[in-house]
């Protein structure tokens, strides 16, 4: 069984930087492109970076490749999420996924992390 398991989240200050960690288990090989997405409560998920099959950044948006670093271990069984400039407006929860591709296309997630909070208060 895969699991993906989220870890990083907590208080920053606006305009501050965190670093977000996803550990994938329960596979030996990890055949799987690993996305992060976020979300505001009532609000529709948010894709924001991912790293392909290959170890490939990709990111939705010109403004996502500025805010995201997304990168990973060889084996991408630990997948990390920098972000930077963080405001009070950003979605609060970030999840990672295992995807069959990087995209922003829910139907491309074939796993789901629990997510982590991230509170951007002064």
């Known amino acids: 069984q895969v699991q993906l398991v989220e870890s990083g989240g907590g208080p920053v200050r606006p305009g501050g930087s965190l670093r977000l960690s996803c550990v994938v288990s329960?596979?030996?090989?990890?055949?799987?492109?690993i996305g992060w997405f976020r979300q505001a409560p009532g609000k529709e998920l948010e894709w924001v970076a991912c790293?392909?099959?290959?170890?490939?950044?990709?990111y939705p948006s010109d403004s996502a490749k500025g805010q995201f670093t997304v990168s990973a271990d060889n084996a991408r069984r630990s997948v990390y999420l920098q972000m930077n400039s963080l405001n009070p407006e950003d979605p609060p929860v970030y999840y990672c996924?295992?995807?069959?591709?990087?995209?922003?296309?829910?139907?491309?997630?074939?796993?789901w992390g629990q997510g982590t909070q991230v509170l951007v208060s002064s």
């Open positions: 329960g596979i030996t090989v990890n055949p799987y492109a």
């Open positions: 790293i392909g099959s290959s170890g490939e950044a990709t």
């Open positions: 996924a295992a995807q069959y591709l990087c995209s922003g296309q829910l139907t491309s997630i074939k796993y």
